[in-house]
């Protein structure tokens, strides 16, 4: 099974900050990563696929780097609608997600 | 409008059973692969099951192999989870999520539902 390792757990930041999410796979995964945004009560959302695509009508301060076993994902400029649980995902071998970063407004 | 709508949660007692189900529309159901993903209380994202296109090809997390069965019927746009020897580790909401690229088992996941919850407890 491949593991993911998201980190941090939690992190607090202010309006306009650059905010950034790692994702460490157990194994080399290529490009096989995705990321989700998942507001309370809501169902996740898709915003970057393959490690770096951006899903259509996502905005671009997100954007997402990354390949084999380092993944990245980047807030330019933080938005307060922002606020949420991000969580990466493999789809190498079946899936896996990433434990989550839970993203509040400093 | 390409939707999701999930039903079939509620509480069952430990050892029981429940199907869970899941109503496509807006995409041409049988060229996509589908999912279930589960979120216990509190916790993160846990996939449990996923499935062809053509249903001919079905894939379980350990956690819910041999308990949970996975299928789709194509003629009714609907997915399905049928889970038996239910846990109180199985309390969950539950999702049914559409695979992102026709014709392949694994890939992103692009339409989610709005999920269904589950309680296994006495």
């Known amino acids: 099974d491949i593991q993911m390792t998201q980190s941090p757990s939690s992190l607090s930041a202010s309006v306009g900050d650059r905010v950034t999410i790692t994702c460490q796979a157990s194994q080399d995964i290529s490009n096989y990563l995705n990321w989700y945004q998942q507001k309370p009560g809501k169902a996740p959302k898709l915003l970057i696929y393959d490690a770096s695509n951006l899903e259509t009508g996502v905005p671009s301060r997100f954007s997402g780097s990354g390949s084999g076993t380092d993944f990245t994902f980047t807030i330019s400029s933080l938005q307060p609608e922002d606020i949420a649980t991000y969580y990466c995902q493999q789809y190498d071998n079946l899936y896996t997600f990433g434990q989550g970063t839970k993203l509040e407004i400093k | 409008e390409v939707q999701l709508v999930e039903s079939g949660g509620g509480l069952v007692q430990p050892g029981g059973s429940l199907r869970l189900s899941c109503a496509a529309s807006?995409?041409?159901?049988?060229?996509?692969?589908m999912s279930w993903v589960r979120q216990a209380p509190g916790k993160g994202l846990e996939w449990v099951s996923a499935?062809?296109?053509?249903?001919?090809?079905?894939y379980y997390a350990d956690s819910v192999k041999g308990r949970f069965t996975i299928s789709r019927d194509n003629s009714k746009n609907t997915l399905y989870l049928q889970m038996n020897s239910l846990r109180a580790e199985d309390t969950a909401v539950y999702y049914c999520a559409k695979c992102m690229v026709r014709g392949v088992i694994l890939h992103a996941f692009d339409i989610w539902g709005q999920g269904t919850m589950v309680t296994v407890s006495s």
């Open positions: 807006g995409f041409t159901f049988s060229s996509y692969a």
């Open positions: 499935i062809s296109g053509s249903g001919g090809s079905t």
